[in-house]
């Protein structure tokens, strides 16, 4: 039997392994990858709890707009990156520090 | 699936009742598509085409929401509220977007560049969409989209242009820090979902969930939630980014990320902590410790860090934080009063760095840079334009005779209020670090005057640029009316009835 634990706890893996993505940034391609994990964390959350909300749906919509909202922000975040890479030839985020204190 | 077969015509029915309240919304839509068509078809025929769309685009808005005042509803299922603070709230947006739409156009006028403006306009009119609709909700799933909505445009309007390395690093470091804490905000909000089976925050399923959860997950939730709201704001320490982008960013769009996104930020919390805080369960406490201790520390940091700054956008970027630290307090002072107190600070701090921003747009025309030192003997060039950027320095302090002092005094007595109602430490501490940071403040607005009128310098040769004179026009009218504000603050309270 799969209970509602299992899969926060499936998720709750899932987040932590996108947030060390992102903190452990080399790359800023890794990075999106991370916080696409991060945010199909959540959407599994959501759609997990849905199971108790039988009136609304919240969380299933919540999850569909939230898929679609992380591929808008990625093909954004990849056009961005890829314009860094013409000026720096890098995209390591260590190497591109230009603007600091 | 029977019980929807049989519901479907009433939600439907009341889905299209619902639709004159999203007039307004749905003419900057029209625009939005609109300015895309006049892009791609019009403006070879002539150029200002989709500008102009723009522009009637946000005036209609303006009109329709107006129109909206003292009929308080709520449409699409109680996921849409039009009350008099989200006409106010929209009123202010519309209006700093369509000066923002202004000064981009003004200043990419005369530049050679393989891009179309024609894209920058319906990205903007997105951005205020997307502010409109976090203005009018108190559902997450509507907050959320909303400032994706804003968040998505603002990468793109600051890594649009990608003129020089330091314009692109800008857009990428702001595009990673956004998708963060976006992410982090979701989860957040996921959890919130959890304890409480409900979308809007101010019912009371919602509320009584947040009663009964478990007081650590909970934290966590509320922490995660407001990461993203944080972010939006850019308060500490969700603020990294805002300096870097500020200074990277071509100026009209610093202008635009420097007002127009938190107004819509801070109505949403305004409206959360107004529901969240009036319980005294764990929930509400931690949502005001939270906003009080972050309030503290933004205007510490904030001010802090702008002392020791070179170029006058990252200076600016540290005094925006400053603000939005005093934009918490109001947010907390506006337990004790009306509206009209956070509505009155938001419109000053808009005019205000709308002003400074046009000036340093004019002078950075004018003189190719925005460097502190390179303003040295400038005073003598340019009498008028610093003498407002005085003022308007003298009004970021928060003295008299301003609109900036009125504005800091309504927040003071009205947390002093709150103080002598439940004598709560955090707001005497609230209370003494603002007064402090005003003071701290001081040091660095007045750097401006400084090396402009009493160091010497050699005159400038001024660029050969036309076309800066409706950006400096603009900025000096918004310039003298924070000092008309100063000295009848009841046109503006009279106007927030």
């Known amino acids: 039997m799969i209970t509602l634990t299992h899969f926060l706890v499936v998720s709750a893996c899932i987040f932590c392994i996108g947030l060390y993505t992102v903190i452990a940034k080399r790359n800023a391609i890794m990075i999106l990858i991370g916080i696409e994990l991060m945010i199909n964390a959540a959407i599994l959350n959501f759609v997990a709890f849905s199971k108790y909300d039988k009136i609304n749906y919240g969380g299933q919509v919540f999850a569909l707009f939230a898929i679609v909202l992380a591929a808008a922000s990625v093909a954004v975040g990849l056009a961005i990156i890829l314009n860094v890479y013409r000026h720096y030839k890098t995209i390591n985020p260590d190497n591109i520090t230009d603007l600091r204190d | ?497």
């Not at chain 2, 800008?170 to 998708?179: E, T």
């Not at chain 2, 919390?269 to 509400?284: D, H, I, K, P």
């Not at chain 2, 004018?366 to 340019?382: M, P, R, V």
């Not at chain 2, 050969?464 to 900025?475: C, N």
């Open chain 2, 1 to 497: 699936m029977q019980d929807i077969n049989i519901q479907l015509p009433s939600i439907l029915d009341q889905v299209l009742q619902s639709i004159p309240y999203f007039k307004a919304e749905l003419a900057l839509i029209i625009a939005f598509l609109g300015s895309i068509l006049a892009t791609l078809f019009l403006d070879k025929a002539w150029k200002q085409s989709s500008f102009l769309i723009t522009i009637i685009g946000i005036i209609v808005s303006f009109v329709l929401s107006t129109q909206q005042f003292g009929q308080p509803q709520s449409g699409f299922f109680g996921m849409l509220i039009v009350d008099n603070f989200s006409v106010y709230a929209r009123g202010i947006i519309q209006i700093a977007l369509l000066i923002c739409v202004i000064f981009v156009q003004q200043h990419f006028q005369n530049k050679k560049f393989g891009k179309n403006l024609g894209d920058v306009y319906s990205i903007l009119l997105t951005a205020g969409l997307g502010m409109n609709i976090l203005t009018m909700t108190s559902n997450w799933l509507l907050a959320f989209i909303a400032i994706e909505t804003v968040s998505i445009s603002s990468y793109i309007l600051v890594g649009y242009f990608s003129e020089n390395k330091k314009q692109s690093e800008a857009s990428m470091k702001y595009v990673l820090f956004g998708s963060v804490s976006a992410a982090i905000m979701l989860y957040g909000l996921s959890l919130l979902y959890g304890f409480t089976g409900n979308l809007d925050f101010t019912s009371f399923e919602h509320i009584q969930g947040l009663i009964e959860a478990p007081k650590i997950l909970l934290s966590i939730a509320l922490l995660f939630m407001f990461v993203g709201i944080g972010f939006k704001l850019s308060f500490v320490p969700f603020h990294m980014w805002a300096p870097d982008v500020y200074e990277g960013a071509p100026t009209p769009i610093t202008t635009f990320l420097s007002t127009v996104p938190k107004i819509g930020a801070l109505v949403l919390l305004a409206r959360l902590f107004e529901e969240w805080t009036s319980s005294s369960f764990f929930f509400s406490e931690l949502v005001l410790i939270l906003v009080s201790v972050a309030s503290i520390v933004t205007m510490l940091a904030g001010n802090l860090i702008a002392l020791r700054q070179t170029n006058i956008k990252r200076m600016m970027a540290y005094s925006s934080i400053g603000h939005t630290g005093f934009l918490l307090m109001a947010l907390v002072g506006n337990l004790a009063s009306e509206p009209q107190v956070l509505l009155f600070y938001i419109t000053v701090y808009t005019i205000m760095n709308l002003a400074v921003f046009g000036l340093i747009d004019t002078l950075e025309q004018k003189i190719g840079s925005a460097q502190l030192e390179n303003y040295q003997g400038l005073g003598k060039q340019f009498p008028i334009l610093f003498s407002v950027f005085t003022l308007l320095g003298i009004s970021l302090v928060g003295l008299p005779p301003t609109a900036g002092f009125i504005g800091k005094l309504f927040v003071f007595t009205s947390i002093f209020d709150l103080f002598q109602f439940n004598n709560n430490r955090y707001y005497l501490i609230l209370l003494v670090v603002g007064a402090l940071t005003s003071v701290i403040s001081l040091f660095y607005y007045f750097k401006i005057p400084l090396f402009a009128f009493l160091r010497k310098g050699e005159a400038v040769n001024i660029l050969p640029t036309k076309s800066t004179w409706i950006v400096y026009i603009i900025s000096i009218i918004l310039g003298f009316s924070t000092l008309v504000l100063g000295i009848f603050p009841s046109i503006l309270l009279s106007l927030f009835k």
